[in-house]
């Protein structure tokens, strides 16, 4: 079965970190564009899932919106069909269920005004907590 699964979620006091790993399994996404989103449950229609970060496997292009730029970081490793994204200087924003998606592009990160229903695979999930 060809699917995407996230681990590395968990409790972090404010200031602290953690490191997300998505994984993909059945499948391989070598030229793929994977991005994490996150999902805080309640918020207004249209902007419930927020992309956080996203990353060219093809080229290595990453992008970030402004809300986590400078603290949160994603990498791949190729060789392990893997996608991490590192979090570091956590704030109690940061709460939310973090997911990985990945698409064949196009759209890629480059790609102005990317949405979350481009993306075609999906994990389940995962829920970082940061305490204040």
């Known amino acids: 079965e060809e699917q995407l699964v996230e681990s590395g979620g968990g409790l972090v006091q404010a200031g602290g970190s953690l490191r997300l790993a998505c994984a993909a399994s059945?499948?391989?996404?070598?030229?793929?564009?994977v991005a994490w989103f996150r999902q805080v449950p309640g918020k207004e229609p249209g902007k419930e899932r927020e992309?956080?970060?996203?990353?060219?496997?093809?080229?290595?292009?990453?992008d970030y919106p402004d809300s986590v730029k400078g603290r949160f970081t994603i990498s791949s490793d190729n060789a392990k069909n893997m996608v991490y994204l590192q979090m570091d200087s956590l704030e109690p924003e940061d709460t939310a269920v973090y997911y990985c998606?990945?698409?064949?592009?196009?759209?890629?990160?480059?790609?102005?005004?990317?949405?979350?229903?481009?993306?075609?695979?999906w994990g389940q999930g995962t829920q970082v907590t940061v305490s204040s």
């Open positions: 059945g499948f391989r996404f070598d030229d793929y564009a």
């Open positions: 998606a990945a698409v064949d592009p196009p759209p890629d990160c480059k790609s102005l005004n990317r949405k979350a229903d481009e993306f075609d695979w």
């Open positions: 992309e956080v970060a996203c990353i060219n496997r093809s080229d290595g292009v990453t």
